[in-house]
């Protein structure tokens, strides 16, 4: 008997910004009692997570690695805090058209050649957001914190070279497999 394992396919950043990123999680956790950003690496999520039978994985890595073959590498510009009010706060990535085409031609690959569909997807667009703080952050520190970052400056532009597979291990994401954007390399 297989068992379905719970998936999200994603962008992460270069290591320096990583590390940024990281420490404004472990600041959101010391001061505001927010941890939960912590469970996964510093990221902007193209496909929420959704559960796929363990057994099929192979099926899922080759099509993730052919539709990255065939896609540039993605420049990406954070610019500043953004926030979905009352509990989320994250780095701020300018929706540039890059951007928007790359999440959208996986979301129809992934439904076209595996079947997986978000349901929240239809009535939602696409918000692309690096969360450093979310879920067990209250209203009252969401409140505290956004006076605190609404208007701090952060700016990094820099190009993502990977799709990237997390798994979640019941405790935390991890990095499942990594899929290089061959087109223009």
């Not at 999440?103 to 439904?111: A, F, G, I, S």
């Not at 692309?128 to 400056?153: C, G, I």
Request: charged share 20%.
């Amino acid at each position: 008997m297989s068992e379905e394992r719970l998936f999200f396919i994603a962008l992460l950043p270069p290591e320096e910004v990583q590390q940024v990123a990281t420490k404004i999680k472990e600041h959101f956790a010391e001061v505001y009692n927010s941890r939960h950003a912590l469970n996964s690496p510093p990221h902007i999520t193209l496909q929420s997570p959704f559960k796929w039978l363990w057994e099929n994985l192979p099926l899922l890595e080759t099509s993730l690695a052919e539709f990255a073959g065939q896609e540039a590498p993605i420049p990406v510009t954070l610019d500043g805090f953004g926030a979905f009010p009352p509990r989320v706060i994250y780095l701020n990535p300018l929706r540039t058209p890059e951007l928007i085409a790359i999440q959208q031609k996986l979301t129809e690959h992934l439904r076209n050649t595996c079947g997986i569909v978000d349901p929240k997807a239809k009535s939602r667009p696409f918000s692309p957001h690096m969360t450093v703080a979310f879920k067990d952050l209250t209203k009252s520190n969401f409140r505290a914190a956004w006076k605190e970052y609404q208007n701090k400056s952060l700016n990094y532009h820099f190009t993502v070279p990977n799709l990237t597979l997390l798994l979640h291990n019941n405790k935390r994401w991890e990095i499942q497999q990594e899929f290089p954007f061959e087109i223009g390399d």
